[in-house]
C-alpha cells in the first residue's frame, strides 16, 4: 500500500472517508432493524455498507500504521493505534449481524405461506366415487414457524443494533484520539 498520493499522507484521507462511511453504516443498520418501512425502502443497502465500512476498516489501520512508522511513536500515537486496532471485530460483527438480519426478515416474511401449506388439515379427495384422505406434503421447513423465525429475527436485530452502537462509538473514540495525537504535535510546534 502507497504511503502518499500525490504528496499527501494516505491515512488521513482514507480515515476520512471511514469517519464518515462507517457511523452511516452503523446508523442505517439501527434504522432498517427499528423502522420496518425504512426496512422496506432500503432493502440491503445497510448490508452493503456495513460491507464497505467492513473493507475500510483495515485500509485505515495499514495507512495508519505506515503513518506511524514515519511520525514516530508517541503514547497518543500509540493510544490511537490501539483503539484503531478494535474497531475491525466490530465492524466484522456489524456486517455479519446485518446481513443475518436482512436476510431472517426477507425468509420470515416468506414463512407464512409455507407454514400455512404445512399446516393445513389433510382434504378429502374423491377417486371415481370413494372418498380418501389425503394431507398436503409437508414443507421443507415445516419446523421453522414464523413465531421461531420472528424471535430468531428479533434476537439478531438487537446484535445488530448492539454491535452498530459499539461500532460508532469506537470511532467517536478513535477519531478523538487522532485528533488528539495530531494536534498536540502542532499545538506544542506553535508553543515552542
Known sequence: MPDT???LPLHPLIVHATAVL?????????LAVCWPRFRAWAGPLPMAMSLVALVLTPLSTASGENLEEQVGESALVERHAELGDQLLPLTI??????AGFWWLDRARHRVPETAAIADAPAT???TGGTATLTAPAPAAHAAVTPDRFRTLTAVVGVLAVLAAIGTGVQVARIGHSGAKAAWSDASAAIVR
Open 5 to 7: 498520493i500525490y504528496g
Open 22 to 30: 462507517v457511523p452511516l453504516a452503523a446508523l442505517l443498520v439501527i
Open 93 to 98: 460483527a456489524l456486517f455479519v449481524f446485518s
Open 124 to 126: 378429502p379427495a374423491t
